[in-house]
């Protein structure tokens, strides 16, 4: 079995796979089609942008409750910081999706982390060690009642604080806090 931690491409569940390419780096989900579809949670970052390029098949995206449908010709798909978006792809169809983030090589780098931590084997039963990679990964789930503020206090309060209290650890430490983020001198 591969390992996200080690190896450049890793199953993330039956018939998903997830890879990471270089030049330029990005990220690449194939969807076999033979199995339920890729589905991503609606969600949203404060800190960065997401492209997505669909190469093969169809791609539901929403963005801020906005559905469309996406494919190869329609090239790069723009989500920027603060949208909600989820992403999912069809029953049947094969599906292969490349995502880099803006405003750098390093965000991606960090976004690979992130993917890297979140697949790590037993990660996803856990909602602590969910909310610390949200939290070190710039990501906010979405409620139902859409209050930003809350979803952010939900993270930072279950991923930041409550996490470490009892023991949870990145599986690999090097995804970190943006500063950017939680600047040093700003008053909260």
């Not at 997401?50 to 906005?66: F, M, N, P, S, Y």
Request: glycine content about 8%; overall charge negative; hydrophobic content about 40%.
């Amino acid at each position: 079995m591969s390992d996200p931690l080690v190896d450049d491409s890793w199953s993330i569940r039956k018939g998903v796979t997830m890879a990471i390419l270089q030049d330029p780096l990005r990220i690449r989900v194939h969807a076999t089609g033979d199995e339920e579809p890729f589905e991503v949670p609606p969600h949203w970052h404060a800190a960065h942008d997401e492209q997505h390029v669909v190469l093969k098949g169809r791609a539901q995206i929403t963005q801020d409750g906005v559905s469309r449908v996406i494919g190869p010709e329609d090239g790069v798909c723009v989500t920027r910081r603060g949208v909600v978006h989820s992403l999912k792809s069809f029953p049947g169809e094969e599906t292969i999706i490349e995502e880099t983030t803006l405003p750098s090589v390093e965000t991606t780098a960090q976004k690979i982390l992130f993917f890297r931590n979140m697949f790590v084997p037993g990660m996803l039963q856990s909602f602590l060690g969910i909310m610390q990679i949200f939290y070190y990964g710039d990501a906010y789930p979405e409620f139902p009642t859409g209050v930003r503020w809350l979803e952010w206090l939900v993270v930072v309060v279950a991923g930041g604080w409550l996490a470490p209290l009892f023991g949870f650890q990145l599986p690999d430490k090097r995804l970190r806090l943006d500063p950017k983020r939680f600047p040093p001198n700003k008053k909260y």
